[in-house]
């Protein structure tokens, strides 16, 4: 069962712009999220996470907005870069118990 | 499609036993992955196999871990002996091509008291 839905496969953004993510997920059990990035031939790597008690952190030029009663979140990354470029995994976590989305690929365009 | 199938769910054990984590991958997918997660680590890339092949194993933490995968629809990631550092939950994934496309088990809550 797909608790944890990314409904865009890719996403292609030109360099400097802002790119968005988008992630959905259905348990309310879901306290911890995160976002995993991967380059092809490694493993994904771990980005930016929000706790359920924020709806917003910030890193650099990445953001993480939640929006529980939506159950909704999304990654921005402002500017886009080329290196930014990589599949995007969505993850929700309960008690320990992680759940990922299929992930979405992000082109930056030069 | 039932997609990746891991066993067992969660997986108590002592110290210094061995443990065998379980997982079909899709049929019809050339790569299989094994990741650890943590908390403080979050995930972590283990091996993967391509055609049932291991291909990188750098994240194999040390000996007492290995993997197999003996054929195309069943791999493998065994502990021995165990250690309660080792606790943590491992998640298999499969895909049709490297880079994307994951699908990933509901993973193996591992506990090693």
Redesign the interface.
Known sequence: DQQVKQNS?SLSVQEGRISILNCDYTNSMFDYF?W?K?????????LISISSIKDKNEDGRFTVFLNKSAKHLSLHIVPSQPGDSA?Y?C?ASAH?????G??T?LTVKP | DAGVIQSPRHEVTEMGQEVTLRCKPISGHDYL?W?R?T?M?????LIYFNNNVPI?DS?MPEDRFSAKMPNASFSTLKIQPSEPRDSA?Y?CASSPR???????G??T?LTVV
């Not at chain 1, 380059?39 to 771990?46: D, L, R, V």
């Not at chain 1, 320990?96 to 990922?100: E, G, L, V």
């Not at chain 2, 490297?98 to 990933?104: A, C, V």
């Open positions: 496969p995160l995993y991967k380059y092809p031939a490694e493993g994904p790597t771990f599949v995994f993850a320990n118990d992680m759940r990922f299929a992930g690929r | 992955f990741y997660q908390m680590r979050g995930l972590e890339l990188d994240g939950v998640f490297q880079g994307d496309g994951y699908t990933f509901s993973g809550r």
